[in-house]
């Protein structure tokens, strides 16, 4: 009664192409210079900038935003406190001289 009951799964097929693929055709050249083949094992770049940064560097990066997101904020709150404390000093201090 209270076990879920799940939908069974339908079987995959396989599917089997029919129809033979046409024979590929090169395109015609744009120009009629001679161009040299491209060679077969040209040297690849990696995908992206950031490709070769591991788990460890990551990581570290992290660690050290969170630290100085931290640090931020304690900086901001004590700026606010001593804005407060300026504040109520200078309130205490004017009423002080109307005396």
């Given at each position: ?97 109307r005396r």
């Amino acid at each position: 009664m209270f076990r879920p009951k799940y939908p069974e799964a339908p079987t995959p097929s396989i599917v089997h192409p029919t129809a033979v693929p046409a024979a590929q055709h090169s395109p015609a050249p744009a120009c009629s210079c001679q161009h040299a083949p491209a060679p077969a094992s040209a040297p690849t770049r990696p995908a992206g900038a950031l490709s070769g940064l591991n788990a460890g560097t990551v990581g570290a990066v992290v660690t050290v935003g969170i630290v100085l997101t931290a640090l931020l904020a304690a900086v901001a709150v004590t700026a606010v406190s001593v804005a407060v404390a300026a504040v109520v000093m200078r309130s205490l201090l004017a009423s002080q001289r109307r005396r």
